[in-house]
């Protein structure tokens, strides 16, 4: 307590470690981002989203699987997630499975698993993992039973209105190769261009939102004292903190405004700090439940269903994040909690961390240089345009290589 008094009496020192924090922690996460774009950018440079409406018809346990698959295929950013949800109900893809594919993409996707290993440990990965399939099979019970057909269709209509969110241009984005076997179409002219573009676009997506994530943390790993946090979360008694750990993480995440990977960060400080693991579980679900985000539901849905979306949104995150905790701690799977505060890990030094942000920042400079060869910057700037109804943006037709292959 009285280290934080210090800091508080000193907003300089108090921006000052904070800032260095935000460093530290981003210094840890840069390799594995790389990583997880640029695999990212492979998977979505072979899987097409043409055919998202046609194999999302209803909520059968089927298309809820391949809804899982296409989300897990797709760019982790959250605003990206929901507008190509919404472009899908908007081309007749049933609207349980749409929300389906929206959670898979902030929650299955490979970059926050790199992430989720490099920062925090494998265990969180392998919860988030088992535990996002069991909060989708919840959330289409819950949609199945609470959505009634009027209010269905008032969506839909809605939706068909077309109103702007945020990211539809990147969400829109189709330059998947689908000539060739798999190694051909990656390793082809187009691949290696398709690969770059998503790569860079999936940074400029999440890139403020990854920033944002990073300071907060800082701020909240230096500035909030431990009683705080021993309050807030019941530290202390085991009962009542893995209760109260899945039901305050999600609203902790509604209050950040911090969406996708960015929300890792803060997931490290909360854990730290006495978080339930469930807690920490249901706190990087729900980066669909931010202010934005639900503001976005009601231009996208209406008022009515972005309620309801919030409401069942957070029981399922909240249950399945308490069944993953209790399952992982009958199995001995829990990790051990940090003896000392996340600080205390942070630093610059010549070791694997450093050698790998080395060798992936050659790999990020290559991608950017195709990117800015092959017309990426054009594309950028259609980031934010509207899909139109009809169907994706697409540069499937561009030239294989270089100049300008990239959506209109």
Same mark, same amino acid.
Not at 116 to 121: I, T
Not at 175 to 202: C, P, Q, W
């Given at each position: 307590?009285?280290?934080? =008094?210090? %800091?508080?009496?000193?907003? !300089? /020192? &108090?921006? @000052? #470690? *904070? +800032?260095?924090?935000?460093?530290?922690?981003?210094?840890?996460?840069?390799?594995?981002?790389?990583?997880?774009?640029?695999?990212?950018?492979?998977?979505?440079?072979?899987?097409?989203?043409?055919?998202?409406?046609?194999?999302?018809?209803?909520?059968?346990?089927?298309?809820?699987?391949?809804?899982?698959?296409?989300?897990?295929?797709?760019?982790?950013?959250?605003?990206?997630?929901?507008?190509?949800?919404?472009?899908?109900?908007?081309?007749?893809?049933?609207?349980?499975?749409?929300?389906?594919?929206?959670?898979?993409?902030?929650?299955?996707?490979?970059?926050?698993?790199?992430?989720?290993?490099?920062?925090?440990?494998?265990?969180?990965?392998?919860?988030?993992?088992?535990? =996002?399939? %069991?909060?989708?099979?919840? !959330? /289409? &019970?819950? @949609? #199945? *039973? +609470?959505?009634?057909?009027?209010?269905?269709?008032?969506?839909?209509?809605?939706?068909?209105?077309?109103?702007?969110?945020?990211?539809?241009?990147?969400?829109?984005?189709?330059?998947?190769?689908?000539?060739?076997?798999?190694?051909?179409?990656?390793?082809?002219?187009?691949?290696?261009?398709?690969?770059?573009?998503?790569?860079?676009?999936?940074?400029?997506?999440?890139?403020?939102?990854?920033?944002?994530?990073?300071?907060?943390?800082?701020?909240?790993?230096?500035?909030?004292?431990?009683?705080?946090?021993?309050?807030?979360?019941?530290?202390?008694?085991?009962?009542?903190?893995?209760?109260?750990?899945?039901?305050?993480?999600?609203?902790?995440?509604?209050?950040?405004?911090?969406?996708?990977?960015?929300?890792?960060? !803060? /997931?490290?400080? @909360?854990?730290?700090?006495?978080?339930?693991?469930?807690?920490?579980?249901?706190?990087?679900?729900?980066?669909?439940?931010?202010?934005?985000?639900?503001?976005?539901?009601?231009?996208?849905?209406?008022?009515?269903?972005?309620?309801?979306?919030?409401?069942?949104?957070?029981?399922?995150?909240?249950?399945?994040?308490?069944?993953?905790?209790?399952?992982?701690?009958?199995?001995?799977?829990?990790?051990?909690?940090?003896?000392?505060?996340?600080?205390?890990?942070?630093?610059?030094?010549?070791?694997?961390?450093?050698?790998?942000?080395?060798?992936?920042?050659?790999?990020?400079?290559?991608?950017?240089?195709?990117?800015?060869?092959?017309?990426?910057?054009?594309?950028?700037?259609?980031?934010?345009?509207?899909?139109?109804?009809?169907?994706?943006?697409?540069?499937?037709?561009?030239?294989?290589?270089?100049?300008?292959?990239?959506?209109?």
């Amino acid at each position: 307590m009285p280290h934080h =008094a210090g %800091l508080l009496a000193d907003p !300089l /020192a &108090l921006a @000052l #470690r *904070a +800032l260095a924090m935000a460093f530290f922690m981003g210094w840890q996460m840069f390799w594995p981002l790389v990583v997880g774009f640029a695999l990212s950018g492979v998977v979505q440079a072979v899987v097409s989203k043409k055919e998202m409406s046609r194999l999302m018809p209803d909520a059968s346990p089927r298309s809820l699987a391949v809804a899982c698959g296409l989300g897990a295929a797709s760019s982790s950013c959250s605003y990206a997630a929901t507008a190509l949800a919404r472009a899908a109900v908007r081309k007749g893809a049933d609207f349980t499975a749409a929300m389906a594919f929206e959670m898979a993409s902030t929650n299955l996707v490979l970059e926050l698993g790199v992430v989720l290993v490099a920062l925090m440990g494998w265990r969180f990965m392998a919860a988030e993992a088992i535990a =996002a399939p %069991l909060m989708i099979a919840i !959330l /289409a &019970l819950l @949609l #199945r *039973a +609470l959505v009634s057909q009027k209010l269905l269709e008032a969506a839909r209509a809605q939706a068909d209105k077309g109103v702007a969110g945020r990211m539809e241009g990147h969400a829109g984005m189709d330059m998947a190769i689908v000539e060739g076997s798999l190694f051909e179409r990656i390793l082809s002219a187009k691949g290696r261009t398709a690969i770059s573009h998503y790569f860079i676009m999936d940074w400029a997506s999440v890139g403020l939102d990854i920033a944002i994530g990073l300071l907060l943390a800082g701020v909240v790993a230096v500035a909030v004292p431990s009683d705080v946090w021993t309050a807030l979360f019941f530290v202390g008694h085991p009962v009542a903190s893995r209760f109260a750990g899945p039901l305050v993480g999600p609203l902790v995440a509604v209050l950040s405004f911090v969406c996708s990977v960015g929300n890792v960060p !803060l /997931a490290a400080v @909360l854990w730290s700090n006495g978080c339930s693991f469930g807690g920490v579980i249901a706190f990087l679900f729900a980066d669909l439940l931010t202010l934005p985000i639900l503001n976005i539901y009601r231009k996208y849905y209406g008022g009515k269903m972005a309620a309801l979306l919030f409401f069942t949104f957070y029981v399922a995150m909240a249950a399945a994040a308490f069944a993953i905790d209790a399952a992982f701690e009958a199995l001995g799977l829990v990790p051990a909690r940090p003896t000392t505060g996340i600080a205390e890990h942070m630093a610059v030094r010549w070791d694997a961390t450093t050698a790998l942000n080395i060798a992936f920042a050659a790999l990020a400079v290559a991608l950017f240089v195709r990117f800015l060869r092959t017309g990426g910057p054009e594309m950028l700037r259609h980031m934010s345009a509207p899909i139109p109804a009809h169907g994706a943006h697409s540069a499937h037709d561009a030239p294989p290589d270089p100049p300008h292959d990239c959506c209109h």
